[in-house]
């Protein structure tokens, strides 16, 4: 059954039409799925009880189940494991920092991007998601944490998947979870986060939407980065570079190039000096640029390990010294299956 929760007012005003009732109960029915973002159709008290029973019969309201949750010693992480109704997995992230509390979204049923480090592409793409499971993921999250009484500051599209591969639903999930007479999140606080689809970054830009591009590099070349990642056979960091050039120049909004720290592979001295230039002909473009550094969470069915801590700083400082924005990633949720994918798959194995 499809979820009511990716219905916007236009289409739940055609709904509530269809069924023969008076148009201003689909502003009713819309407060009470994004405002109050109730669980059940008896919640919604001021909507007719034949109007709640024809919903139910035709629709569901929330389309996730939680099956499990892990959460780090430190309470500053924790894993969301939801069930589909068509049995399949995804995971989603709530992570703790001094400015705010964050999620970390997933957009596909795995992924077939194929990056080589990643427990999501593993058993490649299932199926994407909907707006309503993407958005379904926020609000359990929200009401499994704050239990009315606080909320998530941000949203980062960064867990399964590649919300590039899935552009029309993951903009449509931005669009609802933003909605100034729904859940109303700042559209500068959602970040969407892509191993270089040019033709997404390029759409992005042309969107108006303000929000942050990620872009995961991982690599200081072409070389590297198609050893590791597939995508990059199919397009060359000058491209994804001039598509994240042209975003910046539309849109002002930054982009952040992800950069996990894989020992031997991308993580010496000559990685970080050939890094720096790239970075410096951007800025030279007028494109600030910003590194994160992510020091790997290693997946056991992968061979790539997590660079050494004196590595990991060794490449920041050189990045510093070439007057390039750096930061390290405070490590987050390494014993509760942090990589995306993991508890996915250590779910499927049980």
């Known amino acids: 059954m499809n979820s009511l929760r990716e219905y916007d007012q236009q289409s739940l005003s055609d709904l509530i039409e269809s069924m023969g009732e008076k148009p201003f109960r689909a502003k009713q029915l819309y407060e009470w799925l994004h405002i109050k973002r109730v669980w059940e159709f008896d919640q919604m008290t001021n909507l007719p009880a034949g109007l709640r029973d024809k919903l139910a019969d035709e629709f569901v309201l929330d389309p996730l189940k939680v099956l499990r949750k892990q959460e780090a010693a430190d309470h500053s992480t924790a894993k969301y494991l939801f069930g589909l109704q068509d ?4 995971e989603s992230v709530w992570m703790s920092y001094k400015h705010g509390d964050s999620v970390c979204v997933s957009s596909q049923v795995g992924c077939r991007m194929g990056c080589s480090f990643c427990a999501s592409t593993i058993d490649g793409l299932v199926r994407n998601l909907t707006p309503a499971e993407m958005l379904s993921q926020v609000y359990d999250i929200e009401r499994e944490c704050y239990q009315g009484e606080g909320h998530i500051n941000s949203i980062i599209i ?149 660079s050494a801590d004196k590595d990991i700083r060794t490449f920041q400082k050189i990045l510093e010294k070439n007057r390039i924005n750096v930061t390290i990633r405070r490590e987050m949720g390494g014993e509760i299956d942090a990589a995306c994918g993991q508890l996915s798959r250590n779910h499927k194995k049980t």
């Open 158 to 306: 960064m867990g399964m998947g590649e919300p590039f591969d899935n552009y029309d639903n993951v903009m449509e999930f931005i669009r609802l979870l933003t909605d100034e007479k729904g859940r109303n999140l700042s559209a500068r606080h959602v970040t969407i986060s892509t191993c270089g689809l040019t033709d997404g970054i390029l759409r992005l830009a042309d969107e108006g939407l303000p929000i942050t591009l990620a872009l995961s590099l991982h690599a200081p070349n072409d070389e590297i980065r198609r050893r590791i990642m597939p995508i990059a056979k199919a397009h060359s960091m000058d491209e994804i570079f001039d598509a994240c050039l042209t975003f910046f120049k539309k849109t002002g909004r930054r982009v952040t190039f992800e950069y996990s720290m894989i020992k031997g592979v991308n993580d010496s001295e000559d990685n970080a000096k050939e890094l720096s230039d790239r970075c410096k002909k951007l800025q030279k473009l007028g494109m600030p640029t910003h590194i994160n550094l992510i020091p790997l969470n290693a997946v056991k069915e992968r061979e790539h390990k997590r």
């Open 87 to 90: 049995g399949e997995t995804v």
